[in-house]
């Protein structure tokens, strides 16, 4: 069974512009969610979706967005992006929520500059 | 909201030697799970433990659900190289469901092994 996948795995950018990652659950999985992970900050939680539907936020800014489509895939936006920004993306999925036995994928290395 | 504290931060062994390392809290957990990270990639889930008391293994790794809900602890025995990483706790609170779907994360510890 294939893992979570992300994409791209790298990214830079450069600070007010916007981004999209992209993110596929393992198959049959209907969770997704989305971290921020930084060096002094750790894992921090972004949101949560399930069959389309967000179902929790963490505490970021509305410049941070997401969604997900019918097959389960998922993607998060992020515009006028900012140095602090600058980040590992991890998307997670799980069968039914994030409450039990996530599975993390690569991550996306986003650099704003 | 929970915090979980995780130590120790860092550990720099030799190899061969066993590790433990463990993570507390001050509010109780209904499951515990443990992840390792290697550089530039994403957490790898390696034990998750669902009762108080429950003793899990998977390898050389050995994981505790502590009895008070409070707490879990790993260790790893015969260190190599390869161990070399940061590793997460995580842990589900109860009543984990409405607007509460997510995990709580431990700060990582970072262990370096030496051989």
């Known amino acids: 069974k294939a893992g979570v996948t992300q994409t791209p795995r790298y990214l830079i950018k450069t600070r007010g512009q916007q981004v999209t990652l992209s993110c596929s659950p393992i198959?049959?999985?209907?969770?997704v969610s989305w971290y921020q992970q930084t060096p002094g900050q750790g894992l921090q939680f972004l949101f949560e979706y399930f069959s389309e539907t967000q179902r929790n936020k963490g505490n970021f800014p509305g410049r941070f967005s997401g969604r997900q489509f019918s097959n389960s895939r998922s993607e998060m936006n992020v515009s006028t992006l900012e140095l602090g920004d600058s980040a590992l993306y991890l998307c997670?999925?799980?069968?039914?929520?994030?409450?039990?036995?996530?599975?993390f994928g690569p991550g996306t290395r986003l650099t704003v500059t | 909201g929970q915090q979980l504290n995780q130590s120790p931060q860092s550990m720099f062994i030799q190899e061969g030697e066993d590790v433990s390392m463990n993570c507390t809290s001050s509010?109780?957990?209904?499951?515990w799970l443990w992840y390792k990270q290697d550089p530039g990639e994403g957490p790898v889930l390696l034990i998750a433990?669902?009762?108080?008391?429950e003793l899990t293994s998977n390898g050389r790794l050995t994981a505790q659900f502590g009895i008070t809900r409070k707490d879990s602890f790993l260790n790893i025995s015969a260190s190599i190289p390869s161990d070399v990483g940061i590793y997460f706790c995580?842990?589900?609170?109860?009543?984990?469901?409405?607007?509460?779907?997510?995990?709580?994360f431990g700060k990582g510890t970072l262990l370096t092994v030496n051989p």
């Open positions: 433990l669902y009762k108080a008391g």
């Open positions: 997670a999925s799980s069968l039914t929520g994030p409450q039990y036995e996530q599975y």
């Open positions: 995580a842990g589900r609170p109860p009543n984990s469901g409405g607007s509460n779907y997510k995990l709580t």
């Open positions: 198959s049959g999985h209907r969770s």
């Open positions: 509010s109780i957990f209904n499951t």
